[in-house]
């Protein structure tokens, strides 16, 4: 069974700009959490969709946002890059959105604002 | 708010020792605890987890301990290798109500051969 795969898996980005990540949960998954991981930071819940809505939420401001389609793939979207934003972006997966479910992680984007 | 504090920051072991890494939570309300295993280029993967039922749990060579009166858990590994080297994150979550983890900010392991 593959694993949970994001694209890209780098990213290089100017400050103002948006950008789109992806997220393909593992074969039959329907819920996907998304995290920030920074060294300052560490991992920081974003927010998690399943049956694609989005059930909880992160202290992130609203240039942060998602979906998912009804296959469960994700997507989330960062508006007007700021330099902080650079990070690796981590979505995983699970087969559903009980919060005591094991999670499986995929490898990462990592996003660089210049 | 809700907060998981990870002790140490960094562990060095020698191969063969064992290595301890501790975790407290603040959520009375968390009743699910993952350890994570994060090598370098990969993301997290899960190595072991215990829910508030149970005060221990084991496989192979790492163990889970869970305090729910002192809201502490811990990691344990016996008979450490290098290939045990990498960083280490527990991390807490509620079991309804949909995900919502908090991590602790990771233990980096280095095992010496």
């Known amino acids: 069974k593959a694993g949970v795969t994001q694209t890209p898996r780098y990213l290089i980005k100017t400050r103002g700009q948006q950008v789109t990540l992806s997220c393909s949960p593992i074969?039959?998954?329907?819920?996907v959490s998304w995290y920030q991981q920074t060294p300052g930071q560490g991992l920081q819940f974003l927010f998690e969709?399943?049956?694609?809505?989005?059930?909880n939420k992160g202290n992130f401001p609203g240039r942060f946002s998602g979906r998912q389609f009804s296959n469960s793939r994700s997507e989330m979207n960062v508006s007007t890059l700021e330099l902080g934003d650079s990070a690796l972006y981590l979505c995983?997966?699970?087969?559903?959105?009980?919060?005591?479910?094991?999670?499986?992680f995929g490898p990462g984007t990592r996003l660089t604002v210049l | 708010g809700e907060n998981v504090e990870q002790h140490p920051s960094t562990l060095s072991v020698q191969e063969g020792d064992s290595a301890v890494i501790k975790c407290t939570y603040s959520?009375?309300?968390?009743?699910?605890f993952p350890w994570y295993k994060q090598e370098l280029g990969k993301g997290p993967q899960l190595i072991i987890d215990?829910?508030?039922?149970?005060g221990e749990k084991k496989d192979q060579r790492i163990a889970v301990t869970l305090n729910k009166t002192a809201k502490h858990f811990s990691l344990h590994i016996t008979e450490t290798q290098p290939e045990d080297s990498a960083v280490y994150f527990c991390?807490?979550?509620?079991?309804?109500?949909?995900?919502?983890?908090?991590f602790g900010a990771g233990t980096r392991l280095f095992v010496k051969a």
């Open positions: 995983a997966s699970s087969l559903t959105t009980s919060g005591n479910n094991e999670q499986f």
């Open positions: 074969s039959g998954h329907r819920s």
């Open positions: 969709y399943f049956s694609e809505t989005q059930r």
């Open positions: 959520d009375s309300a968390s009743n699910y």
């Open positions: 215990i829910r508030s039922n149970v």
């Open positions: 991390a807490a979550s509620i079991g309804t109500g949909g995900f919502k983890t908090i």
